[in-house]
């Protein structure tokens, strides 16, 4: 291990434990330092037991898929995870995980994944959903799909409020839609709540379109945008 005090730390999590062996946040920190060496027993039952305590914990299913990914590769870590989603249907953690896991490199798998998690919990628990709306919406968003990621931003935006990253994504979406009118003052908003003094980040010239320093990065032109496959919504 890179710490020079794990050792020390793994000794005091341990005594931790034996006093409280229900002690779900020290079963995930036993099981955290564990993983920066080689996997083993201990490491195995640590991550079993953070699960077995705290299974609503996305900490404790990101942890287990990364360490899954270490021994087996990415795609086995999905699997894995995909299994022990469905073996857990009313478990929301491990289906958020999953989709954001799927989003860096699978981005239709999450978007489709999304839709099913968001089905799935619309009645029981919303900020599961809010959370799936939200990488579904990024998914659309990167693969230049505006009105499908605008659809979700608006519906967090209305839940949420006036959040600063939210708002900046909305003007994205509106600048590839070249609503250039409606993007403008979405992204000034954000730079406001941010206090950002870089006028880079702002849009300018609103009806012609003009960008300082360029158009942004999350706008691309109509013939760029991506023509895979996306699951649907």
């Known amino acids: 291990m890179n710490d020079p005090n794990a050792e020390a730390r793994i000794e005091l999590l341990r005594k931790q434990i034996r006093a409280n062996p229900n002690d779900g946040g020290a079963w995930l920190n036993l099981a955290r330092v564990l993983a920066q060496g080689p996997p083993g027993k201990e490491l195995f039952h640590a991550i079993e037991q953070s699960i077995v305590s705290r299974p609503g914990d996305q900490q404790v299913w990101m942890l287990a898929a990364n360490v899954q990914q270490r021994l087996r590769g990415q795609d086995a870590a999905l699997q894995w995870l995909e299994h022990t989603a469905e073996q857990n249907p009313t478990l929301a953690a491990p289906q958020l995980v999953l989709a954001s896991l799927k989003a860096v490199g699978d981005p239709a798998g999450a978007i489709s994944h999304c839709k099913r998690v968001i089905g799935r919990f619309a009645r029981s628990d919303q900020a599961a959903v809010r959370q799936a709306r939200s990488i579904r919406a990024d998914c659309c968003r990167q693969g230049g799909l505006w009105e499908q990621a605008l659809d979700d931003y608006r519906v967090l935006e209305s839940a949420t409020g006036k959040d600063p990253r939210l708002l900046?994504?909305?003007?994205?979406?509106?600048?590839?839609?070249?609503?250039?009118?409606?993007?403008?003052?979405?992204?000034?908003?954000?730079?406001?709540?941010?206090?950002?003094?870089?006028?880079?980040?702002?849009?300018?010239?609103?009806?012609?379109?003009?960008?300082?320093?360029?158009?942004?990065?999350?706008?691309r032109r109509r013939d760029q945008r991506s023509s895979g496959p996306v699951a649907g919504r």
């Open 168 to 219: 900046n994504n909305i003007g994205c979406c509106l600048a590839g839609l070249e609503r250039f009118d409606e993007a403008a003052p979405a992204v000034q908003s954000s730079s406001h709540l941010h206090r950002l003094d870089r006028v880079g980040h702002l849009l300018v010239g609103a009806r012609t379109g003009a960008f300082l320093f360029g158009r942004p990065a999350c706008h």
